[in-house]
T-cell receptor, first 110, second 116 residues
Framework: QQPVQSPQAVILREGEDAVINCSSS?????VHWYRQKHGEAPVFLMI?????EQKGHEKISASFNEKKQQSSLYLTASQLSYSGTYFC???????????FGKGTHLIIQP | NAGVTQTPKFQVLKTGQSMTLQCAQD?????MSWYRQDPGMGLRLIHY???????DQGEVPNGYNVSRSTTEDFPLRLLSAAPSQTSVYFC???????????????FGPGTRLTVL
């Protein structure tokens, strides 16, 4: 089943923070986060594995709550380059690939 | 490394025509998959393969066939194109098919297909 992302869209000023949520109705083994700019392929951001770990690089981090089957992506002090559509992909532990959410559109304004 | 390559980048077909979308990777990845992306729908899995000679259906397999004769190539065939198959198609690969969640997926640049 497709994970549910929220919000669907968000508009921020440069320097503001954003949180994007991803929740699933099934047990998860991992959550993947991607960013896609218009007309381009998705670009991998990070994977979070079962275990409730939190990961991050630069000013983008994410958490994974396996009990709630939820993940959140945190973008702090947003930059213009963060604009794009963010997708979470969830994986239940088998080999049938990722199931992606519908995406969250993030617009950063100067 | 070229990574994941897809051809063609753009294609226009008439209803009922058939064609093959090509996908190749040079990273020796076992796991390859095809997604379609439609506005408001996100990415949806069409077919996937966990190794040469092994393929399986994803979420939206109807109207598509795949084969995996080599590790490098994973072509997607449209048997009889329909307007509902107008979409952007992405091929992806990763090195860990058994636990697909433990490794990143690398995406190709996409093929934009229009069926008239």
């Amino acid at each position: 089943q497709q994970p549910v992302q929220s919000p669907q869209a968000v508009i921020l000023r440069e320097g503001e923070d954003a949180v994007i949520n991803c929740s699933s109705s099934k047990a998860l083994y991992s959550v993947h986060w991607y960013r896609q700019k218009h007309g381009e392929a998705p670009v991998f951001l990070m994977i979070l594995l079962k275990g409730g770990e939190q990961k991050g690089h630069e000013k983008i981090s994410a958490s994974f709550n396996e009990k709630k089957q939820q993940s959140s992506l945190y973008l702090t002090a947003s930059q213009l380059s963060y604009s794009g559509t963010y997708f979470c992909g969830t994986e239940g532990g088998g080999a049938d690939g990722l199931t992606f959410g519908k995406g969250t559109h993030l617009i950063i304004q100067p | 490394n070229a990574g994941v390559t897809q051809t063609p980048k753009f294609q226009v077909l008439k209803t009922g025509q058939s064609m093959t979308l090509q996908c190749a990777q040079d990273m020796n990845h076992e796991y390859m998959s095809w997604y379609r992306q439609d506005p408001g729908m996100g990415l949806r899995l069409i077919h996937y393969s966990v190794g040469a000679g092994i393929t399986d259906q994803g979420e939206v397999p109807n109207g598509y066939n795949v084969s995996r004769s080599t590790t490098e190539d994973f072509p997607l065939r449209l048997l009889s194109a329909a307007p509902s198959q107008t979409s952007v198609y992405f091929c992806a690969s990763s090195s860990d098919p058994g636990l697909a969640g433990t490794d990143t997926q690398y995406f190709g640049p996409g093929t934009r297909l229009t069926v008239l």
